[in-house]
DNA sequence: ATGATGATTGGGG
DNA sequence: CCCCAATCATCAT
């Protein structure tokens, strides 16, 4: 695999700070970084480089659905993401909706 | 260097 | 719910 872009060491060293039982927003990571374009964002984690070491399953929609995983928009692989989110403490609908505002991550 | 793509978003019909 | 434009780091030519 490549090396890793500044741009990325960035996103999964922002991302490391959101706390186990919270998750955070392609926007809202985007603007943490300075960058206008949550996509960008989402580029860096296409292939969860350092996983787990990076929470890539702590980011979801700015409209609270489940996002991505994995590579994938829906799928296994998104099945598993909901698993993993629940087990932290996420409380998610079954399509994939996190429930409760409270749990998204602001960053300081 | 140039053009296409994507794990988005916000606005509109 | 579906469709469209804006935005920007990567990738393929």
Redesign the pocket.
């Known amino acids: 695999m490549?090396l890793?872009?500044?741009?990325?060491n960035r996103?999964y060293a922002t991302l490391c700070t959101v706390p186990r039982g919270y998750v955070t927003?392609?926007?809202?990571l985007a603007a943490a970084l300075g960058?206008?374009?949550?996509?960008?964002?989402?580029?860096?984690?296409?292939?969860?480089p350092f996983a787990p070491r990076v929470p890539?399953?702590r980011?979801?929609?700015?409209?609270l659905?489940i996002?991505?995983?994995?590579?994938?928009?829906s799928g296994p692989e998104i099945a598993r993401k909901i698993n993993l989110l629940r087990s932290e403490g996420i409380t998610l609908s079954d399509d994939g909706h996190l429930l409760d505002p409270a749990q998204v991550w602001d960053f300081e």
């Open positions: 490549p890793p872009t500044p741009f990325q996103v927003t392609y926007g809202r960058c206008g374009s949550p996509r960008a964002v989402g580029m860096a984690l296409r292939h969860n890539c399953h980011v979801i929609a700015a409209d659905s996002g991505g995983f994995n590579g994938q928009t």
